[in-house]
């Protein structure tokens, strides 16, 4: 199984071949974030979890960046952002539903034998 940054790579190069503007843009910016990270003093080449800690910070960074666009009354570069987010949010493992959630406390409270919060509070 590839690594994640394998993967970013692979997917450049399907976005350059197909002349996909954004997802270029996009993949391109985040192997620069990643080669910065690695770079940086102290800095080591990045294993999956070390990617996706970079993925998260450029998610973060244009939320903040869509919050102030929107403030400033430029809609069309929040959409943009926005369109940015969802191409890195592939890359980041799938997030559980409230339901899904709701059932993993409910197995843990119930694998635990808690009745009430005194219960596991010891």
């Known amino acids: ?5 394998e993967r970013v790579d692979a997917d450049l190069k399907d976005a350059m071949r197909s002349k996909n503007e954004l997802t270029t843009s996009v993949l391109r910016m985040l192997k620069s974030a990643i080669k ?3 770079v940086e003093p102290g800095g080591k080449p990045l294993d999956d ?14 939320r903040d960046s869509v919050e102030q666009f929107r403030a400033g009354g430029r809609p069309e570069l929040a959409d943009k952002e926005e369109r940015e987010i969802v191409l890195l949010q592939a890359y980041l493992p799938s997030q559980l539903t409230p339901e899904q959630l709701a059932a993993e406390v409910k197995a843990a409270i119930a694998g635990t034998g808690a009745k009430s919060p005194k219960t596991w509070a010891r």
């Not at 199984?1 to 940054?5: D, F, I, S």
């Open 36 to 38: 910065y990270k690695e």
């Open 1 to 5: 199984m590839p690594t994640l940054k």
């Open 49 to 62: 979890k070390g990617v996706l800690q970079v993925i998260s910070t450029q998610i973060k960074q244009r």
